[in-house]
């Protein structure tokens, strides 16, 4: 079975620029994670989504991101504009609805650059 | 809110030698544990998770964690660890109720030596 997938897998890209990070879940799964992963501040969970709808969007750092899940197979997270400090690795997951127990699937990252 | 400390960022062992990756957390309300492995250039993968019954909790890859609710704690522990060990281990931790949000620790970093 395919596992979690995002693309692309490396991005470089000039600081001003619009960026957008794309993830698809594991099909039959309910909910999907956005995390970013960087030296200083470890993981962080930005946002999460149930049955597409964002439940909890506290952990987005600023107006220039946003997420969107528009079917049960497809996110985005989306930086404009984007800034050298939001160079990091962002993982998408997902897991079955149900509740804080369920096993989280991590994809294998988007490594962003912004210069 | 819950948060979770990694006690040692770093931790170099010699091949089949036994190991152990301390994580304690801290919380106001039952939590569910989990440890995740990270393989350079990879995603997380689940190690094991705590969610209830025994405190003895057994994982992939012949790794174990017991859980101590008094100590509010959740070592990895392996007897005899190889080469392929090597890797980032992250502890986490959700509360047992509410959002379904993994906090994780700071990560440790194992590294395997012949």
């Known amino acids: 079975d395919a596992g979690v997938i995002q693309s692309p897998r490396h991005e470089v890209t000039e600081m001003g620029q619009e960026v957008t990070l794309r993830c698809k879940p594991i099909?039959?799964?309910?909910?999907l994670f956005w995390y970013r992963q960087t030296m200083m501040r470890g993981l962080e969970l930005l946002i999460y989504?149930?049955?597409?709808?964002?439940?909890?969007d506290s952990g987005m750092p600023e107006d220039r991101f946003s997420a969107k899940m528009p079917n049960a197979s497809f996110s985005t997270l989306k930086i404009q504009p984007s800034e050298p400090r939001d160079s990091a690795v962002y993982f998408c997951?997902?897991?079955?609805?149900?509740?804080?127990?369920?096993?989280?699937?991590f994809g294998p990252g988007t490594r962003l650059l912004v210069l | 809110a819950q948060s979770v400390t990694q006690l040692d960022s770093q931790v170099p062992v010699f091949e089949e030698a036994p190991v152990e990756l301390r994580c304690n957390y801290s919380?106001?309300?039952?939590?569910?544990l989990f440890w995740y492995v990270q393989y350079p250039n990879q995603g997380l993968q689940l190690l094991l998770k705590?969610?209830?019954?025994?405190?003895l909790v057994k994982g992939i890859n012949g790794f174990e964690a017991e859980f101590n609710k008094s100590q509010t704690s959740f070592h990895l522990r392996k007897p005899s660890v190889h080469i392929s060990d090597t890797a980032e281990y992250f502890c986490?931790?959700?509360?047992?109720?509410?959002?379904?949000?993994?906090?994780f620790g700071q990560g440790t970093r194992l590294t395997i030596n012949p």
């Open positions: 919380s106001s309300v039952s939590v569910y």
């Open positions: 989504f149930n049955n597409n709808v964002p439940i909890d």
């Open positions: 099909s039959g799964h309910n909910s």
């Open positions: 986490a931790v959700s509360a047992d109720q509410g959002a379904q949000k993994l906090v």
């Open positions: 997951a997902s897991s079955r609805a149900g509740g804080p127990e369920e096993t989280q699937y």
């Open positions: 705590y969610l209830s019954g025994s405190t």
